[in-house]
């Protein structure tokens, strides 16, 4: 196969992206979905991000048990987690405190390798329990406030000293960009790589066909052109630099489950230099209002898919991570006490998991607050001690060399770092 450097790719990309703004193309689903505005100039200095949103309201009271709060397991009668133990259906002890869910076991050699923190008691300080509101406000950067219509993460790249013209800058892995992505950056969201081929290797003929006439249709003077002629040489160029036939590093073996393939599809693309800023995916499903399960069923499936993908991952990309940094958040947790249909209903507080060898790692970070009925949030919700947009802004700064943190998290100055990164 043949490769191209990240000189070469970056070469090839600015001269079919580099000045125009482009909106989504729809020719039956197979072209990618792109917009791009990024001037040429000087490549990222600091590190890749890497975020997940676990959508639908992880109950991170059950993903990182206080299994040394007595409160937990009096309000949690079925879906608590025995403290730690010789048996493997124990809660993984962490700190002596608290302790990581048994689904969560293939985190334990990252927490162990001091590349694993952990920020508990964190979310977004807005009290809303709607799932819409809560994502909306939390990918927007601003809880609460609607007025500014680009995301937290576009105005980041927007902000940023150098301007990238990859136009795989920023990639979003779906079907929809995250709106953390939307505003005036370099962004692409693709479902797949293959996706992105138009096809990948089946019907090889049948594709180059479709594409050379997709390049004579945008080839005759309409306002169209510019668009098609982009994403064409955007395809093309990531042809050349993704080995079609990829088998992960040092042993990983993802999930087949679409965020594991998620993570691959973001990992071939680090590992192909072309010049990834920031990728984003979502894993869904946590809204656990019945049956939700302690060992077996709903959520313990999905943390095990969770842990699983992100540790392959995290594998994969063997001394990458040395400039790579993961952040995963909710939009909100789940109330303290289960309720009578064997789940947990909309809280506040909640977990962020973080993993890089860039970070202080080994660590439970925040002020927790206890689960007793006096200090607890609202109707029954675990408080906010630690606003996420603190923990995005210390990695923002240290990680990804971006001061301009007011312009990113516009309303919000009164920043409290945790000592979670190294600068």
Not at 16 to 22: E, N, P, Y
Not at 304 to 333: C, K
Request: glycine share 12%; charged share 15%; hydrophobic share 40%.
């Amino acid at each position: 196969m043949t490769t191209l450097s990240r000189r070469e790719f970056l070469s090839a990309a600015a001269r079919s992206a580099a000045t125009c703004l482009c909106a989504p193309l729809n020719v039956g689903q197979l072209l990618p979905s792109m917009a791009f505005f990024a001037p040429p100039g000087q490549a990222p200095q600091g590190d890749i991000l890497v975020v997940v949103f676990q959508r639908g309201g992880m109950d991170g009271l059950n993903a990182v048990i206080p299994q040394g709060e007595a409160e937990y397991y009096r309000q949690r009668p079925t879906l608590q987690i025995a403290e730690s133990s010789a048996s493997d259906n124990s809660a993984i002890d962490l700190d002596g405190f608290f302790g990581l869910h048994p689904a969560l076991r293939a985190f334990k050699d990252i927490w162990d390798s001091g590349e694993l923190a952990i920020v508990h008691a964190s979310g977004s300080p807005d009290p809303t329990h709607s799932h819409f509101d809560a994502m909306d406000y939390m990918e927007r950067g601003t809880p609460g406030e609607k007025s500014l219509g680009s995301g937290w993460l576009a105005r980041h790249l927007q902000t940023t000293a150098w301007e990238n013209d990859s136009p795989f800058r920023a990639v979003g892995i779906g079907a929809m960009l995250q709106s953390s992505l939307r505003g005036p950056v370099s962004a692409t969201a693709m479902q797949s790589i293959a996706q992105f081929h138009l096809g990948g290797d089946n019907q090889a003929a049948e594709i180059a066909a479709f594409q050379a006439t997709l390049a004579e249709l945008y080839g005759t003077g309409s306002l169209l052109d510019a668009t098609g002629q982009l994403t064409l040489g955007a395809t093309a160029t990531l042809e050349e630099v993704i080995d079609a036939n990829y088998a992960p590093s040092n042993g990983a073996r993802y999930p087949d489950s679409s965020f594991g393939q998620g993570l691959l599809q973001i990992a071939q693309l680090i590992k192909a230099e072309v010049g990834l800023e920031v990728a984003t995916l979502d894993i869904g499903g946590w809204d656990t209002h019945a049956q939700q399960g302690a060992l077996e069923g709903e959520m313990p499936g999905l943390l095990s898919d969770f842990a699983d993908s992100l540790a392959a991952f995290y594998a994969d990309l063997g001394q990458l991570t040395q400039r790579v940094t993961i952040v995963t958040m909710s939009e909100f947790g789940r109330r303290v006490a289960e309720n009578s249909s064997g789940g947990t209903d909309h809280g506040h507080g909640n977990v962020m998991f973080l993993l890089g060898q860039n970070l202080n790692g080994g660590q439970v970070y925040g002020d927790w607050p206890g689960l007793e009925p006096g200090t607890l949030y609202g109707p029954g919700d675990l408080p906010i001690t630690t606003d996420y947009r603190d923990v995005l802004a210390e990695i923002l700064q240290k990680r990804l060399l971006n001061d301009r943190i007011g312009e990113i998290f516009p309303g919000h100055s009164d920043l409290d770092f945790l000592g979670l990164a190294k600068g």
